[in-house]
């Protein structure tokens, strides 16, 4: 059974913009912290943004921090990644995540380390 579930990626050129979402199942996105990460070809995966389950912080990769926007909407339990001034290094391949730590959450690029939930990944690709 399909928890998590991305849309909205696609090609843009440079310097556009896309908003992916991640619709999630009522009893994750009640229960757990949401993410972000990413994938490029031939690189590791890499953590892109965070919001948390109570608080509703954000968190952001330096790569990002600026550009991108990570939201959620408890109605539709659904969170979107905003993805402005996108540049051809943001090419990869999306993918959703949650996780009933925020800590844990954060590191969840890090060798070794365990996210409970994925998706199944997003295509963006940007145009130079």
């Known amino acids: 059974q399909v928890q998590l579930v991305e849309s909205g990626g696609g090609l843009v050129q440079a310097g556009g913009s896309l908003r992916l979402s991640c619709a999630a199942s009522g009893r994750i996105f009640n229960s757990h912290n949401m993410g972000w990460f990413r994938q490029a070809p031939g690189k590791e995966r890499e953590f892109v943004a965070a919001?948390?389950?109570?608080?509703?912080?954000?968190y952001y990769s330096d790569y990002v921090k600026g550009r991108f926007t990570i939201s959620r909407d408890n109605a539709k339990t659904t969170v979107y990644l905003q993805l402005n001034s996108l540049q051809p290094e943001d090419t990869a391949v999306y993918f959703c995540?949650?996780?009933?730590?925020?800590?844990?959450?954060?590191?969840?690029?890090?060798?070794?380390?365990?996210?409970?939930?994925w998706g199944q990944g997003t295509q963006v690709t940007v145009s130079s």
């Open positions: 919001i948390g389950r109570i608080t509703g912080n954000t």
């Open positions: 995540a949650a996780d009933g730590s925020l800590v844990q959450l954060r590191n969840g690029a890090t060798p070794g380390s365990h996210v409970d939930y």
